[in-house]
T-cell receptor, first 117, second 110 residues
Framework: GAGVSQSPSNKVTEKGKDVELRCDPISGHTALYWYRQSLGQGLEFLIYFQGNSAPDKSGLPSDRFSAERTGGSVSTLTIQRTQQEDSAVYLC???????????????FGPGTRLTVT | GIQVEQSPPDLILQEGANSTLRCNFSDSVNNLQWFHQNPWGQLINLFYIPSGTKQNGRLSATTVATERYSLLYISSSQTTDSGVYFCAVGRNSGNTPLVFGKGTRLSVIA
């Protein structure tokens, strides 16, 4: 079946503008994660949605970052008033959630490369 | 939080050679995945291996959870194996985000 998809694949924006990044998880996956990959910080967690539970926002670097997940499927990551340090590849992953206490494998999308000029 | 260390950071191999990549982690985990990031940036799942041993073609992996390390073996390497290999772990409670190591950059030369 189809994997995780993300759009756009590339986004160039001016400093101070808002951007929205989209993630379509694998159908039936209840868990959805956002990560980002930058040269200085490696791969780091941002936010996590599991079913109808409140999201885990512990990885968001500032209050300029927010995310929604509508209908338990598609997610949008919004960055307000973008800064140059926000330039990175933003990756989305999804999984089936939990089997008892054991988590399922996570699958990643191709990412959105964000460049803030 | 949990720490993940990968070694070596860089590795250059002649085509046909074998290699072992190591991942050490600082706490109990209930999830461990190995990924290959290709030149286009896509993370490709290699193994989901919180414990035990698995094999897939020329690749195999072993995780010794009690000693907090995992090994990825690549045999008869090919130029298409080049890229960055990441180990990522989830801590030992429920469904948690992955914590990634910094990766091993592998270059296989013909």
């Amino acid at each position: 079946g189809a994997g995780v998809s993300q759009s756009p694949s590339n986004k160039v924006t001016e400093k101070g503008k808002d951007v929205e990044l989209r993630c379509d998880p694998i159908s039936g996956h209840t868990a959805l994660y956002w990560y980002r990959q930058s040269l200085g910080q490696g791969l780091e967690f941002l936010i996590y949605f599991q079913g109808n539970s409140a999201p885990d926002k512990s990885g968001l670097p500032s209050d300029r970052f927010s995310a929604e997940r509508t209908g338990g499927s598609v997610s949008t990551l919004t960055i307000q008033r973008t800064q140059q340090e926000d330039s990175a590849v933003y990756l989305c992953a999804s999984s089936l959630g939990l089997l008892g206490a054991r988590p399922y494998e996570q699958y990643f999308g191709p990412g959105t490369r964000l460049t803030v000029t | 939080g949990i720490q993940v260390e990968q070694s070596p950071p860089d590795l250059i191999l002649q085509e046909g050679a074998n290699s072992t990549l190591r991942c050490n982690f600082s706490d109990s985990v209930n999830n461990l995945q190995w990924f290959h990031q290709n030149p286009w940036g896509q993370l490709i799942n290699l193994f989901y291996i919180p414990s035990g041993t698995k094999q897939n073609g020329r690749l195999s992996a072993t995780t010794v959870a009690t000693e907090r390390y995992s090994l990825l073996y690549i045999s008869s390497s090919q130029t298409t194996d080049s890229g960055v290999y990441f180990c990522a772990v989830g801590r030992n409670s429920g469904n948690t985000p992955l914590v990634f190591g910094k990766g091993t950059r592998l270059s296989v030369i013909a």
